[in-house]
């Protein structure tokens, strides 16, 4: 993933996207493509590694692997950066629609798995890098999804 300002490279991140491949369709746990925005933001004062249950911090850490090992859940930790589609018809819209599949970009317990597709959807990232582009990521930002 590129963070992009201005017409040029500021980071380049290593990310997962889904296990499952690319699309829009509800229920088929594969990440959309497609221009996106930021529509929402979640984490401002949680722990690096704090484990969110529906965008909610309730106070447990997550355990970090940084080799293959595969969580018994999909942990959403540290940050979390809420997309909405932006293209009618190809991530917004009835039963295609990025915001209503909880399509973010955020932190994982996976680490180790970073860098080929692992996740249901989502773009995961590591904690302490999710934090630091929460950071500078602004409500509105556009995001592309090649």
């Known amino acids: 993933m590129y963070h992009i300002k ?5 980071k380049k991140y290593i990310i997962s996207s889904s296990e499952y491949g ?14 996106h ?11 690096i590694n704090g484990r969110m249950t529906g965008r909610v911090f309730y106070g ?13 859940t999909d942990d959403i930790t540290s ?5 909405e589609g932006l293209e009618k018809g190809k991530n ?3 039963g295609i629609d990025s ?8 932190g994982t317990s996976e680490e180790g798995r970073l860098g080929k597709p692992a996740s249901h959807g989502c773009i995961r990232m590591k904690n302490k890098e999710v934090i630091d582009l929460y950071k500078l990521i602004e409500v509105g930002t556009l995001v592309l999804i090649l």
Request: without cysteine; proline residues 3%; hydrophobic residues 30%.
């Open 6 to 10: 201005e017409g040029a490279i500021v």
């Open 22 to 35: 690319t699309g829009s369709e509800s229920g088929s746990n594969k990440t959309p493509l497609g221009l």
């Open 37 to 47: 925005k930021v529509k929402e933001k979640y984490g401002d004062n949680i722990p």
């Open 60 to 72: 447990d850490i997550a355990t970090i692997y940084t080799d293959e090992t595969k969580s018994k």
């Open 79 to 83: 940050r979390i950066l809420w997309l």
């Open 92 to 94: 917004k819209g009835k």
């Open 99 to 106: 915001f209503s599949r909880y399509i973010y970009i955020h």
